[in-house]
């Protein structure tokens, strides 16, 4: 597995790099970390200047990192690049032709540094890659599943294998979550299709929550509440689910608070 991982030296990009270790402990893994220099346009000899001493100060901290961080079967790497940081977060993956996109999130935690006017916002709207958001108080430690939120829509069916890769190789139990305003026979057809698929393609049975919300996000929320110990996988082309966290602010104040690692599958 090839993943990158954006590093500016903060904590909660540290904490994205070991979370990412620690996730893929023991497995065959290469990680790239991608230290992006935003371009100063100044006077060109103090530009050039002040472009010299970031690249040998990121390049002295990289080694560093690089040699803290690499234990057993994983690969470490290092890039500097120059220019917009999701802009070549994203050209970096896709030219590496990664599997994964990981990212801390700053401070205040859950999805309000993810959605108002950070990078991790702009490189899920540029990336083809999918993308793991990990706020800074997260830990591999106490995470035990992977809880899926599904609409059970025909654009879902590339995912679910990949997601299902995921858990194998991170060793988690994939939990269905389900929002819907009001059962109906054909929603809960729907849901026995899905059990039979998964066990079909996937080879076991996982456990379906089906919840009913009038809001999608506050049922996510609740579900999150009493299942702190996942990390919460979401497609990006559930449009319902993502123009309420991009669009209405009611919904995105309620996002705020969701405090585990976001999957986003693109």
């Known amino acids: 597995m090839k993943i990158i991982v954006p590093i500016d030296f903060s904590t909660n990009s540290v904490k994205a790099l070991e979370f990412a270790l620690g996730l893929h402990r023991g497995s065959k893994t290469t990680i790239v970390l991608c230290h992006v220099i935003e371009m100063i346009y100044d006077f060109a000899s103090q530009t050039a200047l002040a472009l010299d001493n970031m690249h040998a100060d990121a390049r002295k901290l990289l080694e560093e990192m690089v040699d803290k961080y690499s234990i057993g079967p994983i690969e470490i790497h290092s890039e500097i690049i120059e220019g917009t940081p999701s802009i070549n977060v994203t050209r970096l993956a896709e030219e590496l032709d990664a599997d994964l996109i990981i990212m801390g999130t700053h401070g205040m935690g859950g999805l309000k540094k993810i959605l108002v006017g950070s990078t991790a916002v702009n490189v899920i709207r540029e990336t083809t890659i999918p993308v793991l958001l990990v706020p800074e108080e997260s830990s591999t430690e106490q995470i035990?599943?992977?809880?899926?939120?599904?609409?059970?829509?025909?654009?879902?069916e590339k995912f679910i294998e990949k997601v299902?890769?995921?858990?194998?190789?991170?060793g988690l139990k994939i939990q269905i979550i389900h929002i819907i305003k009001s059962r109906s026979f054909v929603k809960e057809m729907a849901l026995n299709g899905l059990k039979n698929y998964f066990e079909k393609e996937a080879g076991y049975l996982p456990t379906i929550h089906q919840l009913e919300s009038?809001?999608?996000?506050?049922?996510?929320?609740?579900?999150?509440?009493e299942n702190?110990?996942?990390?919460?996988?979401?497609?990006?082309?559930?449009?319902?689910?993502?123009?309420?966290?991009l669009g209405k602010r009611k919904s995105i104040e309620m996002a705020y608070q969701v405090r585990v690692p976001l999957l986003v599958m693109v």
Do not use: R
Not at 146 to 151: I, M, P, R
Not at 214 to 225: M, R, Y
Not at 230 to 240: N, P, V
């Open 144 to 156: 035990k599943s992977l809880s899926f939120a599904l609409e059970v829509a025909d654009h879902e």
């Open 164 to 170: 299902n890769s995921y858990a194998s190789i991170w």
């Open 214 to 225: 009038e809001n999608v996000i506050s049922g996510i929320k609740s579900f999150v509440e």
């Open 228 to 245: 702190p110990e996942s990390i919460l996988a979401m497609c990006h082309t559930q449009k319902s689910i993502w123009d309420q966290l």
